[in-house]
């Protein structure tokens, strides 16, 4: 039978099974305070293994829409690249898009080119009026962005979820693990 499952299949097992032909997959943030939230913890392992776009919904009282003004996390990489144009329809209905790259220590006060700006300019030819910026960390990458998602004003974080699964057990990368235990709103996450 299509669609079964072995009998002590996992919700994440289940979900995943789904969500590999979804365009995009909706989750909920945990909630640390209901106990039994590590059995429905799924949506780093949705970010991580589905191989589709995962928006996750914070916690907390219920948002009048969001995707207005977007802050997208950018390094470089592949799973931020995939994030950004995963997340391109939600980026050109957007009023405002801003692009951050987070520093390392090692570069702060210095000139390097802002990879960030490259982005813009590879979002306008689809549409997507962007501002481009560098930013220091301040504690921590994850605590950076979520900080700047404040100043900013945004209502929507994207971003690159880096993770593997290793020894049994699912290891995160520090900043999508920061976000996902202390974001207050919604956040697009691929791989």
């Not at 919904?57 to 802050?71: D, E, I, M, S, T």
């Not at 979520?146 to 979820?161: N, P």
């Not at 920061?178 to 691929?190: G, Q, R, T, Y």
């Amino acid at each position: 039978m299509a669609g079964s499952y072995p009998d002590r299949a996992s919700v994440a097992d289940v979900v995943l099974g789904h969500a590999r032909t979804a365009d995009i997959v909706v989750a909920a943030q945990s909630d640390r305070s209901w106990q039994s939230t590590l059995y429905l913890d799924v949506a780093d392992r949705l970010a991580v293994e589905s191989g589709r776009p995962v928006l996750i919904v914070a916690n907390g009282p219920p948002r009048q829409g969001f995707g207005k003004r977007v802050l997208v996390a950018w390094n470089a990489r592949r799973e931020a690249a995939r994030a950004v144009f995963d997340a391109l329809p939600l980026l050109q209905r957007a009023e405002e898009v801003k692009a951050i790259t987070v520093r390392p220590q090692e570069q702060q006060g210095s000139t390097v080119a802002v990879p960030a700006g490259d982005l813009c300019a590879a979002l306008a030819r689809h549409g997507v009026k962007c501002l481009s910026d560098s930013v220091g960390p301040r504690a921590s990458v994850g605590h950076t962005l979520l900080t700047h998602a404040t100043e900013y004003g945004s209502d929507l974080l994207v971003m690159g979820c880096y993770g593997n699964r290793g020894c049994a057990r699912f290891v995160l990368g520090g900043a999508s693990r920061h976000v996902l235990e202390h974001m207050a709103i919604p956040v697009l996450m691929s791989h």
